[in-house]
């Protein structure tokens, strides 16, 4: 199963917005709505951000927003902030053998 | 509050093995299906192995497959990672997440596996 495609970098200044992009097929992103974001801190472990393509969970700021379009999901974070620099993993169910794939990951950089 | 405590990280030779153990605690552990995934050092994150509430289906990233097995004790809230004929390319930081419906929803800090000689 291959990787999910992000780009390396993205990067903007605070109060404005960034999208970063999660390319897959139709045999994982396109084919489901399990979609799922994670932002992770240097050293740090891994963090949820959103899920099911468009869901936060408890205690997540609504400046993190998900979409799909076909094969590529997104993630826009709105007003950035010097704590939103990090870096983000997309992933999504690949099929009940292959369970999920992994972005390559995209370095958030507020300027 | 929902903990999540990996160990059993070592320096281990190739071709050796070793046993990870994650530590569940602030939720009904037979409740959840578990996940193990790995990052590199520098590297992204790579799903490892999934295993359903009860223990009973067990799923494995082709790189591991044959030479991991996941399992679980739901009487003592605890996830294990069998790792044998280890490889270089091994060499990661191990995580156990906890699972809801696809989505890893908590994650351990991590326990750290070198395979070196």
């Known amino acids: 199963q291959s990787a999910l495609t992000q780009p390396p970098s993205a990067s903007g200044s605070p109060g404005q917005s960034v999208t970063i992009s999660c390319t897959g097929t139709s045999s994982d992103v396109g084919g489901y709505n399990y979609v799922s974001w994670y932002q992770q801190h240097p050293g740090k472990a891994p963090k949820l951000m959103i899920y099911?393509?468009?869901k936060r969970p408890s205690g997540v700021p609504d400046r993190f927003s998900g979409t799909k379009s076909g094969n590529t999901a997104s993630l826009t974070v709105s007003g950035l902030q010097a704590e939103d620099e990090a870096d983000y993993y997309c992933?999504?169910?690949?099929?009940?053998?292959?369970?999920?794939?992994f972005g390559g990951g995209t370095k958030l950089t507020v300027l | 509050e929902v903990h999540l405590v990996e160990s059993g990280g070592d320096l281990v030779q190739p071709g050796g093995s070793l046993r990870l153990s994650c530590a569940a605690s602030?939720?009904?552990?037979?409740?959840?299906?578990m996940n193990w995934v790995r990052q590199a050092p520098g590297k992204g994150l790579e799903w490892v192995s999934y295993?359903?509430?009860?223990?009973?289906?067990?799923y494995y990233a082709d790189s591991v497959k044959g030479r991991f097995t996941i399992s679980r004790d739901n009487a003592k809230n605890s996830l294990y990672l069998q790792m044998s004929s280890l490889r270089a390319e091994d060499t990661a930081l191990y995580y156990c997440a906890r699972t809801t419906v696809i989505t890893l929803d908590y994650w351990g800090q991590g326990t750290l596996v070198t395979v070196s000689s």
């Open positions: 992933s999504s169910f690949a099929g009940s053998n292959n369970q999920m794939v």
């Open positions: 602030g939720f009904t552990f037979s409740s959840y299906e």
């Open positions: 099911d393509v468009t």
């Open positions: 295993i359903s509430r009860s223990g009973d289906n067990t």
